[in-house]
């Protein structure tokens, strides 16, 4: 069932996403459906009306992340190919920022890999987006990724 | 070998070393960048400080990032890593806000 991950995608590009290439890419002749995901940029924010938004990432962890979330994908779900893409830097109303694309032999892991996949990135990687209105910008509000509480290494009393 | 104390010395050891300082490397993203207007930097710490120590080190010098710690998480080596991880010569550290990608 494991499937090596090197066949799938993970990347961060300031270029428009292809987002039929990638959905083209993890599909096999094994496989029997695709579930694909395509966030792109609303054209409002908390009822005011966003002009861009501006991605920027910490890009090594980002990456090392993204790759983790596939490891997790591969461990938890029947599926065959993963593609996880994100873009970075400007982009308009309803360009593609985020697209993620899962093959498998059957639907239901498909969908359920495509939707954790997604959940776990807005949660875990590190990037951020910067919203652009009329009137100023604001970083948007995130989710503080889960960390540590405190390391397992034996403290000095002192 | 056998001889050998059960505890090295080193960055953790119980007895401070005569303050030697080391190297990290920190980066800032989103509104940290903002504030410390740069996006990484290398400086020195004391050796055995925690990632904890070095931000109070940051407190000291731009206030305003003081009101930011309860809501950032911290990575070592482009791992999240607990507030009191020790720091070793070379490491690279983050302060991260709470992340807003997709």
């Known amino acids: ?58 890009e090594s962890m980002a990456l090392a992340k993204m790759r983790e979330i596939g490891a997790q994908l591969h461990e938890k779900f029947a599926i065959h190919r993963v593609a996880m893409v994100h873009r970075l830097g400007r982009l308009e109303i309803g360009e593609t920022s985020v697209f993620i694309a899962v093959s498998a032999a059957h639907r239901n892991p498909a969908f359920d890999a495509c939707r954790f996949a997604i959940d776990t990135l807005k949660r875990t990687v590190p990037i951020w987006k910067k919203e652009y209105f009329e009137d100023g910008a604001v970083w948007a509000d995130g989710e503080l990724p889960p960390a540590p509480a405190a390391t397992s290494r034996a403290k000095p009393a002192s | 070998m056998l001889l050998a104390p059960s505890r ?66 911290a990575s070592r080596n482009q791992e999240f890593a607990a507030w009191d991880t020790a720091l070793h010569s070379g490491d690279e550290v983050a302060f991260l806000p709470p992340v807003s990608g997709g």
């Open chain 2, 8 to 73: 090295r010395a080193g960055y953790n050891s119980f007895v401070p070393s005569v303050s030697q300082s080391i190297r990290v490397k920190v980066l800032f993203f989103g509104r940290l960048k903002e504030i410390a207007g740069r996006a990484e930097e290398v400086i020195e710490a004391v050796d055995g400080s925690t990632i904890e120590q070095l931000f109070s080190q940051y407190v000291t010098r731009l206030p305003e990032l003081a009101r930011y710690r309860s809501s950032l998480v």
């Open chain 1, 1 to 58: 069932m494991a499937t090596p991950l090197h066949e799938d995608i993970y990347q961060l590009v300031r270029e428009p996403i292809n987002m039929a290439e990638l959905a083209r890419h993890v599909r096999a002749p094994e496989d029997g459906a695709t579930v694909t995901f395509d966030g792109f940029v609303r054209d409002h924010s908390h009822n005011r009306p966003t002009h861009y938004l501006d991605y920027e990432a910490y």
